[in-house]
């Protein structure tokens, strides 16, 4: 099982970026899938989620409006466009698949947010 995520990099505050996260070994269209964020020293944070069809995203009070989740069950890829970035959204962006007790993790990748 593997998820991987892409995408990440600096960008200057305003900017926009697409995260991708990849998932392979695993049947992807069954799951769930949620992107979390961990900030240096916070704990790691919801930031989207989305059904296993795609139907359907939740989002936090605090990450509506800037963030969009997305899925291509087709391509066994989930997407999170941030839009309007800020240096507070500087964090180790994770995707994690869902599916009854079953759980996986990417490795992360970087988003840092600085002029």
């Known amino acids: 099982v593997q998820l991987v995520e892409s995408g990440g990099g600096l960008v200057q505050p305003g900017g926009s970026l697409r995260l991708s996260c990849a998932g392979s070994g695993f049947s992807f269209s069954t799951y769930a899938m949620r992107w979390y964020r961990q900030a240096p020293g916070k704990e790691r944070e919801l930031v989207a989620h989305i059904t296993s069809a795609g139907d359907s995203t939740n989002y936090p009070d605090s990450m509506k409006g800037r963030f969009t989740i997305s899925r291509d069950n087709a391509k066994n890829t989930v997407y999170l466009q941030i839009y309007s970035l800020k240096p507070e959204d500087t964090a180790v962006y994770f995707c994690?698949?869902?599916?009854?007790?079953?759980?996986?993790w990417g490795q992360g990748t970087q988003v840092t947010v600085s002029v």
């Open positions: 994690n698949a869902q599916w009854i007790t079953r759980s996986y």
